[in-house]
């Protein structure tokens, strides 16, 4: 039995061909299976060849639309047998796809297969897709979400709000992928309290580069788990997580806060974040950071419009205004103290006088805050466009050299247009080590956001800044760590994993030795 498989770019034929008169193979069944599940259409190729980004378009020779978990597995194993498809095929490069929210092509597979995992949404819940299920009690674990890697976020919000559970920790899009968000780590303005969202998981089933269907835990098949947490898509595709609930507030008391002085702004933040507990009555359940430059653009929507004139003046005089953005939630039972509680916290506090804003909203809309935002990029035709996104990790000791170098001396001084910047600190000590993300060193980090957005004849303007800074960081000795990383040579990567290199090659091996997965990555693609 041989098999023989024909992908067109412009016609796509799948050719199931019987050379000898014996019964099928075990892989010629399996293909059978799958073989109405590849799609070459121009939609589905055009939808697989591009992402939020809009940088970078990588043609897949096919999009593979699983109905179930066991279809991908299928898929993995055929791509695996050598006696059917050698290095050649399309198969030889298969990229999970979620929304397509990463920027530069890593959920890509040119002349591949990509695996369009929102198919598996659209089959419901059924014996194989999971969905989204809650267990409200668990003797062991407490209570717990499974959900399947394909699932969003926001839809993984709404159910567990329905029975007045909720994750801990979020990003700040929740109109992204459980598996996606997983690869990276996940974070947002609750990991400095609860860790990144790899922080929160129990369990996975993880669909491997070889084919194998793994259930995995810290106490189960631990090397993968480990490994996937912040993998980067290049050991497993993940079909379903059990992720930690703890009982969700209702309410939100939603604070911004503004300074002229980058050091006052510091202190306050690593103040805020040292205000850890769960039961801290002056903490704050959700802390991050922006700036408002000179040459804008200025979102002023979150403002009253009689406090949005001189918040323009004061940005135009200073040059540059760091905002502190915290929240505090609350429920019923706090509903009569949390106003006193917040003033005590803001009373400890350097912000500019008369510069600070409060709104009181629903738990769900503060989480789900930057949908309204999308929505109004959208009116204006302003979403779909490039985004030339650069995301670091910087250690403490560092990001004050940082401000004076990158955002002082080399982002005030651009005549291209800014974008959304977001800096914020973490607690290190909230990371589980053992996981596959990469950070610094040091106790307390922060993380810098450059959201840029542009139109298709500035973004490279743009990146040309992007590799002015990551030189100023390599000049200046700055330990900065890509978050969402690319890069292109090998060397990069395996500067950006440093000490976890090896043993991140040895997971490679062990669990996708044919170098299948996540080839937009581009970490093993050039070996």
Avoid at 38 to 52: H, P, R
Avoid at 219 to 226: D, G, H, K, V
Avoid at 419 to 426: A, D, E, R, S
Avoid at 453 to 474: G, M, R
């Amino acid at each position: 039995m041989t098999i023989t498989l024909h992908f067109n770019m412009g016609n796509f034929i799948l050719v199931v061909t019987t050379l000898l008169l014996y019964s099928a193979t075990t892989t010629s069944q399996s293909l059978n299976l799958i073989s109405d599940k590849f799609q070459n259409d121009t939609e589905s190729l055009e939808l697989a060849s591009t992402d939020y980004g809009h940088i970078f378009n990588e043609t897949p020779d096919a999009v593979f639309q699983p109905t179930s978990p066991n279809d991908i597995k299928t898929l993995i194993q055929i791509a695996n047998d050598d006696k059917y498809f050698g290095t050649t095929s399309p198969l030889a490069s298969i990229a999970p796809r979620g929304q397509g929210h990463s920027v530069r092509g890593q959920a890509m597979a040119r002349r591949g297969i990509v695996v369009n995992m929102t198919s598996l949404a659209r089959h419901g819940n059924n014996n194989y897709n999971i969905g989204i299920k809650v267990v409200k009690e668990n003797f062991h674990l407490g209570p717990y979400v499974d959900v399947g890697g394909e699932q969003i976020w926001i839809d993984v919000l709404r159910d567990t709000l329905k029975h007045s559970l909720s994750p801990v920790s979020w990003t700040d899009y929740l109109y992204i992928t459980v598996g996606g968000t997983l690869s990276n780590a996940g974070i947002s303005g609750q990991t400095f309290r609860f860790g990144p969202q790899i922080s929160s998981v129990h369990e996975m089933d993880v669909i491997t580069g070889k084919g194998d269907l793994v259930t995995c835990s810290r106490n189960n098949a631990s090397e993968l788990f480990y490994a996937v947490l912040g993998g980067l898509g290049q050991f497993g595709i993940i079909t379903r997580a059990r992720i930690a609930l703890a009982p969700a507030p209702t309410r939100v008391k939603w604070v911004r806060l503004f300074y002229n002085d980058f050091l006052a702004f510091k202190k306050d933040q690593e103040k805020l974040i040292s205000k850890n507990g769960r039961k801290e009555k002056n903490g704050v359940d959700y802390l991050e950071g922006f700036l408002l430059m000179r040459q804008g653009p200025l979102d002023l929507s979150f403002y009253p419009t009689a406090d949005q004139l001189r918040i323009t003046s004061l940005v135009t005089q200073s040059g540059i205004v760091y905002s502190i953005e915290l929240a505090k939630y609350y429920d019923d039972s706090t509903q009569n103290s949390v106003d006193k509680d917040l003033q005590i916290l803001l009373d400890q506090l350097s912000f500019v006088p008369g510069f600070g804003f409060v709104k009181d909203v629903t738990y769900e809309d503060f989480l789900n805050r930057v949908q309204s935002e999308e929505e109004k990029l959208r009116e204006l035709q302003r979403w779909e466009i490039p985004h030339p996104w650069l995301n670091l990790f910087v250690p403490e000791s560092q990001v004050s050299d940082f401000n004076s170098g990158v955002f002082k001396g080399i982002l005030l001084n651009q005549s291209v247009p800014m974008g959304v910047f977001i800096i914020y600190p973490m607690n290190r000590n909230k990371w589980d080590v053992k996981m596959s993300a990469v950070i610094p060193e040091e106790d307390v980090f922060y993380t810098i956001g450059l959201l840029h957005s542009s139109s298709y004849s500035e973004w490279e303007a743009i990146d040309e800044v992007n590799k002015q800074i990551l030189q100023f960081c390599h000049d200046a000795g700055i330990q900065a760590k890509q978050y969402l990383p690319h890069y292109e040579a090998q060397q990069d990567w395996m500067d950006h994993f440093g000490a976890k290199w090896k043993h991140f090659q040895q997971m490679k091996t062990q669990f996708d030795p044919k170098k299948i997965l996540s080839p937009g990555q581009k970490i093993f693609s050039n070996l």
